[in-house]
């Protein structure tokens, strides 16, 4: 039994409580071991093994949440309809709505051992391989906007229209609700964002926090084995999800970095052009004239985000390690999503 990198020792969860409920609803064990992963800023994330197999184990966290925060049931239900698509997604076990157990919702998931790429210029890589991840990147997210919702019983997943007012709107409400301080970029955006509304062609699944670091890579190869962390998903503009990856063409963002100074041709990472021209290659639409303000609405909403994590940090109850440095990133990010919109 050996616990994968990036998980330490954990004792938040109830284990008798967990070991009940495993034995009715996963099967009969011995001890299940429990070490929680380091790094998510959202829902707090375990891997466990029953002592046969191992599997990963993802909950609401505790204490007041932001309402609509945290779904892990739609991450449940959205994983599941994915199962048998093109769509790479693990597969989904059991998923508890009641609190009883555990203190929240949860669902239990099979763990996919893989590579997780934390820094976007992959510095462990040749310009070979990194070319290749990114290729997957740009057709992974083909492959989700080709789904059909209805098709795989998502047709009532979100409402289909007007994606980005929408979005806005509630970002906008999350931003307020978790406010420390006054951040005037982010005052800016709130007032003209809702103006700027762009024309959604047609709907379809959007993952909404599609980026790198949330696809699991075969260990040998480009291929890749699940895209995971759904919680803001819905039916929507697919040109949002495409970029909101953009975004690392304008930022540094905190533990990952970006994309800004990179020497494409040496390093094999694509230019911003070259992955749009990828991603419509596996069968993507681009519509340039929409990108900028959808590019901006994307820096706007991870600057909420951010405020997010920020406020849960001095809650005390962030899921993962460093939150407060999130304080910085929230102006910032308002600041360079300003700077496209001028």
């Known amino acids: 039994m050996q616990a994968p990198d990036g998980t330490r020792e954990d004792s938040s969860l109830d284990k008798d409580a967990l070991s009940t409920w495993w034995n009715e609803r996963i099967g009969e064990h011995e001890t299940l071991h429990v070490r929680s992963f380091a790094g998510g800023q959202s829902n707090p994330t375990y891997w466990v093994h029953d002592g046969a197999k191992a599997y990963v184990l993802r909950k609401k966290p505790e204490g007041a949440l932001l309402k609509s925060a945290h779904a892990v049931d739609r991450e449940a239900r959205v994983m599941k309809a994915l199962a048998d698509t093109d769509v790479p997604v693990p597969t989904i076990l059991a998923f508890e709505e009641s609190s009883d157990a555990l203190g929240t919702p949860f669902f239990v998931m099979e763990h996919l051992p893989g590579r997780i790429f934390w820094k976007v210029q992959l510095p462990t890589l040749q310009p070979e391989g990194r070319r290749a991840i990114y290729d997957e990147l740009?057709?992974?997210?083909?492959?989700?906007?080709?789904?059909?919702?209805?098709?795989?019983?998502?047709?009532?997943?979100?409402?289909?229209?007007?994606?980005?007012?929408?979005?806005?709107?509630?970002?906008?409400?999350?931003?307020?609700?978790?406010?420390?301080?006054?951040?005037?970029?982010?005052?800016?955006?709130?007032?003209?964002?809702?103006?700027?509304?762009?024309?959604?062609?047609?709907?379809?699944?959007?993952?909404?926090?599609?980026?790198?670091?949330?696809?699991?890579?075969?260990?040998?190869?480009?291929?890749a084995l699940a895209l995971i962390d759904w919680e803001l998903s819905t039916l929507g503009h697919p040109l949002a999800d495409v970029a909101y990856v953009c975004m690392l063409y304008d930022v540094q963002l905190p533990r990952i970095g970006g994309l800004q100074g990179v020497d494409f041709e040496a390093s094999g990472i694509p230019s911003e052009d070259d992955f749009l021209q990828r991603y419509a290659s596996f069968g993507g639409e681009v519509k340039r004239s929409e990108f900028r303000v959808l590019k901006a609405f994307g820096l706007f909403r991870l600057a909420a985000i951010a405020q997010g994590v920020y406020m849960?940090?001095?809650?005390?109850?962030?899921?993962?390690?460093?939150?407060?440095?999130?304080?910085?990133?929230?102006?910032?990010?308002?600041?360079?999503?300003?700077?496209?919109?001028?």
């Open 138 to 223: 740009a057709r992974v997210l083909a492959r989700l906007h080709a789904v059909d919702p209805d098709a795989v019983g998502l047709g009532d997943y979100g409402r289909r229209e007007g994606y980005m007012a929408r979005q806005v709107a509630r970002w906008t409400k999350q931003y307020e609700a978790s406010k420390t301080d006054e951040v005037a970029p982010m005052e800016t955006l709130i007032a003209r964002l809702p103006g700027l509304a762009v024309e959604q062609p047609r709907t379809t699944l959007v993952h909404g926090d599609y980026r790198l670091d949330n696809l699991i890579f075969d260990g040998n190869d480009a291929k």
């Open 312 to 342: 849960r940090s001095l809650q005390g109850n962030a899921s993962g390690e460093g939150a407060g440095m999130f304080r910085a990133a929230v102006g910032h990010l308002a600041g360079v999503a300003l700077g496209l919109l001028e």
